[in-house]
């Protein structure tokens, strides 16, 4: 088995930033697997945010690039998010995933408001 714990989540103002950070344990594959960001707004589908290989492409849905980066530090077994110039449509829950598995975080609260 594979656990996923995300931390970093909060309460920001709209133009804030935030790292959220996604520590795997368990199973040895974090260094073998792809890395997943979801977010999951109020009333809304579950979307993937952004990717990262493990040789460390990566890939944005439209509506983050050039705010957010998805990073990863194989040694430490986990993959982080910072978010920049934070805007309130980005408020939702966001899930830490084993890409192509079903390996997920519990989530993490990003709630941004003034």
Not at 41 to 58: D, M, N, Y
Not at 77 to 90: A, F, Q
Request: some cysteine; overall charge positive; hydrophobic content about 30%.
């Amino acid at each position: 088995q594979v656990q996923l714990v995300e931390s970093g989540g909060g309460l920001v103002q709209p133009g804030g930033s935030l790292r959220l950070s996604c520590v795997a344990s368990g199973r040895s594959i974090f260094s073998h697997y792809a890395m997943a960001w979801y977010r999951q707004g109020p009333g809304k589908q579950r979307e993937l945010v952004a990717t990262i290989r493990v040789g460390g492409t990566t890939n944005y849905t439209n509506t983050v690039k050039d705010r957010f980066t998805i990073s990863r530090d194989n040694a430490k077994n986990t993959v982080y998010l910072r978010m920049n110039s934070l805007k309130p449509e980005d408020t939702a829950v966001y899930y830490c995933n084993v890409w192509h598995t079903n390996y997920w975080g519990q989530g993490t609260q990003v709630t941004v408001s003034s």
